[in-house]
């Protein structure tokens, strides 16, 4: 059985593969190293600053408060926006950075968020 963590990491780096092959990139090799480096590191390491806004958000932050006082750039917040709208105009479906951009930029709950990401069927990612 897959813990939430790997999920999120296997799905996520399926989200990242739909992206270049609706934009015509040729299918990555497997584990390709790039890609699935810097997926694993945002989702694991504390050193990671995207990292670090999700548990600030998992421990019930805002986003605002969460982002205050900081001195670097947490990159993923422009990017969700960006990423979203990407994959709308592509028509591919990308429920993780949705979820993501939706608590960033529109107030959603991330309790509700991560609810029904862990509701979605399971499938061959």
């Given amino acids: 059985m897959r813990t939430p963590r790997a999920s999120l990491i296997t799905r996520g780096l399926a989200e990242m593969i739909r992206v270049g092959l609706a934009k015509g990139r040729p299918a990555p090799k497997p584990l390709e190293a790039i890609r699935l480096g810097d ?9 990671s600053r995207n990292y670090a806004l999700g548990l600030a958000l998992g421990r019930g932050q805002v986003p605002g408060k969460a982002l205050a006082g900081r001195r670097s750039v947490v990159e993923g917040v422009a990017t969700a926006t960006a990423v979203s709208g990407l994959a709308q105009r592509l028509g ?8 993501v951009e939706a608590v960033l930029h529109r107030g959603a709950s991330i309790d509700t968020m991560i609810d029904g990401l862990l509701r979605r069927p399971h499938r061959r990612e």
Wanted: with cysteine.
């Fill in 39 to 47: 997926l694993v590191l945002t989702c694991s390491s504390a050193q």
């Fill in 92 to 99: 591919i479906e990308m429920p993780i950075s949705e979820a």
